[in-house]
C-alpha cells in the first residue's frame, strides 16, 4: 500500500470516525442523530442557494488550506492566516471603494494586488524573523494576528465616511469591485458565490505545480526537511524561507480578498481575527498534504457548516453539534496513530480470513475497534 | 484485501448517508405544523446567542412569551432561534430561516443589516425586521430602533450619585452607532450630576468575550472606579463575576457596582458578602425592551398590519427602554426620575455619539 492511499484512508476514515462520535453525542443529549445529520444533508443541498454558499465559503477554506500547506512544506507553522486573511480583506475592500473612478477590471486586479501584497507582508515579517534570528514563527505569527485585528479594525473605523456604511462597517464594493458572477448568482438564487471558487482552484493548480514542478518547490521541501543539509546542497535556505512564508500569507490573503470582494462584498470590524483563518489548518490537516485533499476538506467543512445552519430548526440538534463533529475529525486526525494501528489490524484480520478462506471476519475486529475508538 | 477494506468503508458512508436523507427528508415534512392562519417568527441570533444574559437573550425571551402567549410551538410553523457563532453563519441561518417557510424574520443587530436587506429584497412574500440599524425604503423591512443614549443618561445620573470615589467606568463592546449611544448618554448624565467627576472609558471590542470584560472591570476597580456600565453583550457577563468576586472578599457596605444592559441584570448581581450577608450589587439597568419589540412586530404581523418599510423607534413612551431600579437607594431613584421627565419634556437633549472615546476627566 502506498503512503498516499494510506493517508487519504485516514483521512476518510477520521471523517466516519467524527460522524459516528458525533451521532453518539447526539444520542447521549437525547436527539434522533440520523435526523439531525439528515437535516443537516437536506439543507445543506436542499436548495441551490445554499449550494452556492458551500462554494462561497469553501473558497477562503482552500486558499487558507494551501497557504498552511506551502508553510508546512518549509517547516513553518503557519498560525497567521487569520491576520494575513484579514490585512488583505480590510486592504482590498478599501482599495476597491477607494478608487471609484477607475475601469472595473483595474479595481478588480488593483484590489486583488494590494489585497494579496499587505497578506504576503503579514507572512514575510515572521518568515525574515525566523530566517535571520532563529525568532519562533508561532508565537509571532500568533501575536502578529492580534497587531493586524486591531490594526484592521482601528482602519475601518477611521475611512472616510464617503465610503463607509456605520462606523464600524463600510459601503458595499457594488458592481465596480465585485467578482460576483451574475449567472451563477442567477442560478443559486442570488446566494454570495462568487469567481471567487475558480480562482481558488486555479491558484491550486497553481501552487502544485510550483511545489511539484518548479525547483523553487523543490527548494522549499529540501528546507523544509532538513534546513542544514539543503543548505550544504547550495540552496539559500534563509531566503527560501523567506519566500515560503511570503507565499503562505499571499496564498491566505487572497482568501481575505475574495472574502472582500465576493462572499462579503464589504469588510466590518471583527470582534476576533477570522475563524476561517484558523478552519484553514484544519482543512490542511484533514487534506493531509494533498492539494485534492485541500479542495475536498474545504468542500466537507463548508457542507457541514451551511448544512449545520438548519438542524437546529429541523431536528433540535444545536448548530454547536457541527463545531463538535468538525473538532473530532480533526482529533482522528491528529491521532493518525490509532487509525493506523487499527488498519495494521484489519490487514492482519484480513490476512488471517485469507488463510481460513473468506469470510465476514474482517468486519469484526473494525466494529470493536471503532466503538473503542469512539469511546477515547 | 484492499478492495475489500474500501468495499466496508463504502457501505459505511452510503448506510449513514441514505438513512439520513430518508429520516431528513421525512422529517422536514412532519416538522410540527401549527393551525393555518398563524404567523410564524424566527429570530436570527448575532454572535453574542442567546445565552448572552442581554441583548440576544431578552429577543429570545420576547419571541417564547410571544410564541407561548399565540399558541405557536416550538419549530417549524411556529417559533424558533438561528444561532450565529460566526459572522459566516448570517447567510445559512437566514436561507435556513426562509428555507423553513417562517413568516417573519427577525435580525437581531446591527451586524445582521446587509443579509436581511439582500434576503428582503429576494423574498419580497417574506417579513423582515432588523433591529438597531435603518433599512430605508424597501417595504417588507421594518426598522427597529432604540433610544438608549435616554436610559444610559439615567444610567449616567445614577452611577454620580452612588459613587463614593467620583470615579466611574464605562466598558463598551464594539465602538460603533449603537454602543455611542451608550457612551454618550452616560457620560453627559454623570457630568450632569458632577462636572468633575472622572470617567474611565474602556473598549472591549468585542460582545462575547467575558474574559477581556472580566480583565478591563478588574483594572477598573483597582482605579478607585466604584460604578461601572457595561454595555458589551455578552462581554458584560465578565463583569459581573470580576465585582461578584471583589464583593465577596469585601463587606456589603463597601461593594463595588455594576449596572447592567438590555435586560434587567438584577438576578446578575445576587451574592453573599464575606459576613454572610446576602448583597445585590446591581445598581440599575439600562434595560433596551428587544423582547418587546419582537414581541410588537410579531404582533402586527400577525394582526396584518406589519409596519413594513417604516422606522420604529422604542423611547421612554412606548416602554422601549427604561432604567431598571434594582438597587438603586431612594435619593439616587428620585434624581434619576426628576431627569427622565426632563427629558421626556425635551428639556435636555441627549447627544448620541460621545465627543472621544477616550477617558474623561
Known amino acids: 500500500m502506498t503512503q498516499t492511499n494510506n493517508k487519504a484512508l485516514i483521512a476518510v476514515l477520521s471523517v466516519v470516525f467524527g460522524l459516528v462520535a458525533g451521532a453518539i453525542i447526539m444520542l447521549i443529549f437525547g436527539y434522533n442523530p440520523f435526523s439531525g445529520y439528515g437535516s443537516l444533508i437536506a439543507t445543506a443541498f436542499g436548495t441551490p442557494q445554499n449550494i452556492g454558499e458551500i462554494f462561497s465559503q469553501m473558497t477562503p477554506l482552500i486558499l487558507t488550506g494551501l497557504s498552511f500547506l506551502v508553510a508546512q512544506q518549509a517547516g513553518f507553522f503557519n498560525i497567521g492566516m487569520s491576520g494575513q486573511l484579514y490585512a488583505a480583506w480590510v486592504g482590498s475592500v478599501w482599495f476597491a471603494l477607494a478608487f471609484p473612478q477607475l475601469p472595473d477590471f483595474l479595481i478588480i486586479i488593483g484590489a486583488t494586488l494590494f489585497g494579496v501584497i499587505l497578506g504576503g507582508i503579514s507572512g514575510l515579517i515572521p518568515g525574515y524573523l525566523r530566517a535571520k534570528f532563529g525568532a519562533s514563527e508561532v508565537i509571532i505569527t500568533i501575536m502578529l494576528n492580534y497587531v493586524i485585528l486591531y490594526l484592521g479594525n482601528s482602519a475601518i473605523t477611521s475611512f472616510p465616511k464617503a465610503i463607509r456604511q456605520t462606523t464600524d462597517s463600510t459601503n458595499q464594493v457594488g458592481d465596480h469591485g465585485s467578482i460576483a458572477i451574475k449567472w451563477l448568482s442567477d442560478l443559486t438564487n442570488q446566494s454570495s458565490i462568487s469567481a471567487g471558487i475558480f480562482i481558488a482552484v486555479i491558484v491550486t493548480i497553481l501552487v502544485w505545480f510550483i511545489m511539484k514542478k518548479t525547483t523553487f518547490g523543490f527548494s522549499i521541501e529540501a528546507v523544509g526537511k532538513n534546513a542544514d543539509a539543503a543548505k550544504y546542497a547550495g540552496i539559500n535556505e534563509k531566503a527560501t524561507q523567506i519566500w515560503a512564508m511570503t507565499l503562505s500569507g499571499a496564498l491566505a490573503g487572497l482568501g481575505g480578498v475574495t472574502e472582500g470582494l465576493g462572499h462579503y462584498g464589504n469588510v466590518f470590524v471583527q470582534n476576533s481575527t477570522p475563524e476561517t483563518g484558523f478552519n484553514g489548518m484544519a482543512v490542511a490537516l484533514l487534506g493531509s498534504g494533498s492539494f485534492i485533499g485541500v479542495i475536498l476538506a474545504a468542500a466537507l467543512f463548508s457542507a457541514l457548516t451551511v448544512g449545520g445552519s438548519g438542524m437546529p430548526n429541523i431536528s433540535g440538534v444545536p448548530t454547536e453539534l457541527v463545531s463538535i463533529v468538525i473538532a473530532l475529525i480533526i482529533f482522528f486526525v491528529g491521532s493518525s496513530y490509532l487509525i493506523q494501528l487499527l488498519i495494521k489490524k484489519i490487514k492482519a484480520a484480513d490476512a488471517a480470513s485469507a488463510g481460513s478462506g473468506k469470510g465476514p471476519k474482517g468486519k469484526k475486529p473494525k466494529k470493536t475497534d471503532q466503538t473503542e475508538e469512539a469511546q477515547a | ?361
Open chain 2, 1 to 361: 484485501m484492499n478492495r475489500f477494506r474500501w468495499t466496508i468503508v463504502g457501505i459505511v458512508v452510503v448506510i449513514i448517508a441514505a438513512v439520513g436523507i430518508y429520516f431528513g427528508v421525512n422529517s422536514g415534512k412532519s416538522g410540527t405544523n401549527n393551525a393555518a392562519g398563524k404567523r410564524s417568527v424566527a429570530i436570527i441570533t448575532d454572535t453574542g446567542g442567546i445565552d448572552d444574559h442581554s441583548f440576544n437573550q431578552s429577543a429570545w425571551e420576547g419571541l417564547q412569551k410571544y410564541g407561548k402567549s399565540a399558541g405557536l410551538s416550538k419549530g417549524n410553523g411556529g417559533y424558533n432561534y438561528f444561532q450565529s457563532n460566526d459572522e459566516s453563519d448570517y447567510r445559512p441561518n437566514i436561507n435556513s430561516a426562509v428555507q423553513a417557510k417562517f413568516n417573519t424574520i427577525i435580525g437581531i443587530g446591527f451586524s445582521l443589516e446587509t443579509v436581511v436587506k439582500q434576503s428582503a429584497k429576494q423574498n419580497p412574500k417574506v417579513n423582515y425586521a432588523i433591529i438597531d440599524d435603518v433599512i430605508p425604503n424597501v417595504k417588507n423591512v421594518v426598522s427597529v430602533t432604540f433610544q438608549t443614549e435616554q436610559s444610559s443618561y439615567l444610567a449616567g445620573v445614577a452611577a454620580a450619585k452612588a459613587s463614593k470615589t467620583q470615579k466611574i467606568g464605562f466598558i463598551g463592546g464594539v465602538k460603533g452607532d449603537v454602543i455611542d449611544t451608550f457612551q454618550a448618554g452616560y457620560v453627559a448624565g454623570a457630568k450632569s450630576v458632577n462636572k468633575n467627576i472622572r470617567i474611565d472609558v474602556q473598549y472591549a471590542n468585542s460582545f462575547a468575550n467575558a474574559a477581556q470584560g472580566r480583565t478591563i472591570a478588574s483594572a477598573m476597580y483597582a482605579n478607585g472606579d466604584d460604578v461601572i456600565f457595561t454595555a458589551a453583550g455578552g462581554t458584560g457577563n465578565g463583569v459581573f463575576a470580576e465585582a461578584k468576586a471583589l464583593n465577596q472578599r469585601n463587606t456589603a457596605a463597601n461593594k463595588v457596582w455594576v449596572i447592567g444592559v438590555d435586560r434587567d441584570q438584577k438576578a446578575d448581581g445576587a451574592y453573599t458578602d464575606k459576613n454572610g450577608n446576602k448583597s445585590n450589587f446591581t445598581l440599575a439597568s439600562a434595560v433596551k425592551e428587544v423582547g418587546q419589540s419582537v414581541i410588537d412586530i410579531a404582533k402586527q404581523a400577525q394582526a396584518g398590519k406589519f409596519p413594513g418599510g417604516k422606522v420604529v423607534t422604542f423611547g421612554f413612551k412606548q416602554n422601549g427602554v427604561y432604567l431598571a431600579r434594582d438597587s438603586m437607594s431612594a435619593s439616587v431613584w428620585q434624581a434619576v426620575q426628576a431627569q427622565q421627565k426632563r427629558i421626556e419634556s425635551g428639556a435636555i437633549k441627549v447627544p448620541i455619539h460621545p465627543k472621544s472615546y477616550a477617558s474623561v476627566q
